[in-house]
């Protein structure tokens, strides 16, 4: 079967994508439903630490076990309400129960991760790689969503990220274990040093401890030497795209702004592209 996906590209990369988009209607639901499952334990946790009184409160939807259904209507989907990208389309965008409008984030999540798998296939081939990449890119994308919606970087995905990657450097997949080690130290240290001076400067939190675990992640599977590029590219683009949301939005430049996302498209792109666009600088820059 290997062997049939390695001398037929065109196929590796139709499967990748069809993979992508189921595996993307996963990543919806791990997006929308982690937050409220994490939050409701904290406060119940909270409830027993604190010795509190016993306060009925139930549990959000199950991950993986409850269907989905409509957040206004309680409406269960049927199978075919829940294809990848199709569904959204012959249901022309809105619930079949109560005729409310569905988010975009459903197709656009479903059909990113589709593509993202594809360029990890169409980058590594069919092979280890290419299968790492695509645990990667999915966690990825989970971390992102997640902090889009509600700026947090959850333990329970940036801890598994770093100990994969960690462990897939035992046998050099992408870097070397002293490699993994020293882009997880870089990392963590260098975001928590800028934390810690602005805090000391300024006396406000100008990031959250997630950012720091996350980049100690992708230090893991980058290298030492994918933090600095990591870093630029991450800063650039928030500057950027988070300039065109402020002022689209007509926010205040104080409203906080989510960093994982840039940090997640910045790693991805670095444990992809990262020795190309190396060279490409190089080149264009006339360096040897």
């Known amino acids: 079967m290997l062997d049939t996906l390695a001398s037929t590209p065109a196929l590796a990369l139709g499967l990748a994508l069809v993979f992508g988009l189921l595996i ?3 990543l919806n639901v791990v997006i929308l439903r982690l937050p409220p499952r994490l939050e409701w334990e904290w406060r119940r946790d909270s409830r027993e630490l604190l010795e509190l009184s016993e306060h009925y ?4 939807p199950d991950i993986v076990v409850q269907r989905s259904a ?5 409406h269960r ?5 829940n294809i990848p990208v199709l569904s959204f389309v012959l249901l022309r965008g809105r619930c079949r129960g109560c005729g409310t ?3 975009w984030q459903y197709p656009a999540v ?3 991760t589709g593509l993202l798998f594809a360029a990890c296939v169409w980058r590594f081939g069919v092979g280890p790689e290419a299968l790492a990449a695509i645990v990667f890119t999915a966690l990825l994308i989970a971390l992102a969503g997640i902090d889009l919606r509600t700026t947090l970087l959850p333990d329970q995905l940036t801890y ?12 050099t997949l992408f870097v070397s274990p002293i490699q993994a080690i020293y882009g997880a130290l870089a990392g963590y240290l260098s975001l928590w040093s800028v934390y810690w001076g602005f805090k000391k400067l ?3 939190e100008g990031m959250g401890h997630g950012d720091f675990k996350l980049l100690a992640a992708l230090g893991a599977w980058c290298g030492a030497s994918g933090i600095l590029p990591i870093v630029l590219m991450s800063s650039f683009i928030g500057a950027i795209v988070g300039s065109l949301w402020i002022g689209l939005r007509g926010q205040d430049r104080a409203t906080p702004i989510p960093f994982g996302p840039y940090l997640a498209a910045a790693g991805w792109v670095q444990l992809i592209w990262g020795p190309q666009l190396l060279q490409a600088y190089r080149d264009f820059s006339g360096l040897n």
Do not use: H, Q
């Open 57 to 60: 409160e139930p549990a959000p």
């Open 77 to 81: 989907l049927a199978p075919w309400e």
């Open 101 to 103: 409008a569905i988010s």
């Open 70 to 74: 409509c957040p206004k209507c309680g």
């Open 24 to 26: 993307g209607s996963f």
């Open 160 to 171: 598994p990220l770093l100990w994969i990657g960690l462990g897939l450097s035992t046998i």
């Open 110 to 112: 479903e059909l990113i």
């Open 202 to 204: 300024t006396g406000k």
